[in-house]
């Protein structure tokens, strides 16, 4: 493929992948992932996208710091902490594919059948901090085995039925040290090679533009559409899962 070609294809992949983040708070790698799985290899594509991914994280962290719960958040990080190494012994040691499309089958169902009921009352008082511990250990593992750190943290805050405000400030601090855990095993491993530099370079531009728009269209989205538009985002997360 021509490089103008594939530099357009990048930079919209990362844009469209900025844009739902910046929006939604996760689906970074599901959205770019459709595109830069197939004009690059995964070892090229894989790192490029973590590497996306947290430049969009640090946005929204920064975009929503007066709405960081801080004390939850750390909770759900220790928790994440522990599962990733179990998820890490287990991709090395047994067959995680069965695994994985069970998670999406899961997920899909939840969203599909969330979407055509109302939303869930919220609940009342703050949540246990051992069970919001427990939620980040399963984000962690699941995380670790699907890439999908947020799923569990965000079908959990859905059934709670929190505000968005509320449900970003709680799990994106979660998001964004998960991804920077599973960036420094990858690099560990294989390293950064030239291209990857070369083409986040390339990228960062859509990065930013995907990114600044996502985050102004959270602003200005309803608590409806934000909840349909993250129910909309774990569909189509976990059938990828099942498709994979």
């Not at 069965?98 to 169902?109: D, H, M, Q, W, Y």
């Not at 593992?141 to 943290?153: C, E, V």
């Not at 799990?171 to 990857?196: C, N, Y």
């Amino acid at each position: 493929m021509p490089d103008l070609a594939t530099n357009v294809l990048l930079s919209v992949a990362v844009f469209a992948g900025a844009f739902v983040s910046g929006l939604a708070g996760f689906a970074f790698s599901a959205v770019a992932g459709a595109i830069l799985l197939r004009i690059f290899q995964p070892l090229e594509a894989v790192p490029l996208m973590m590497a996306c991914s947290i430049g969009v994280q640090a946005a929204n962290l920064w975009a929503l710091r007066r709405n960081i719960q801080w004390e939850g958040s750390l909770l759900l990080i220790v928790g994440g902490a522990l599962g990733i190494p179990i998820a890490v012994h287990l991709l090395q040691s047994a067959d995680t594919s069965i695994l994985r499309a069970s998670f999406g089958i899961v997920v899909a169902l939840y969203a599909g059948y969330m979407l055509f009921r109302p939303a869930l009352t919220r609940a009342d008082g703050g949540a246990s901090r051992r069970l919001t511990a427990l939620v980040g250990f399963g984000g962690g593992l699941i995380g670790g085995l699907t890439a999908m750190p947020g799923a569990i943290p965000t079908i959990w805050c859905d059934m709670r039925g929190m505000p968005r405000g509320d449900q970003r400030g709680l799990v994106q601090p979660f998001i964004a040290i998960m991804q920077i855990f599973a960036l420094v095993l990858l690099l560990e491993r294989h390293g950064l090679s030239s291209k990857v530099v070369i083409d986040l370079a390339i990228s960062l531009p859509a990065l930013f533009a995907g990114s600044a728009l996502g985050i102004l269209a959270f602003r200005n989205i309803n608590e409806i559409g934000f909840r349909r538009t993250i129910l909309v985002l774990l569909l189509v997360s976990g059938a990828s899962l099942v498709l994979a």
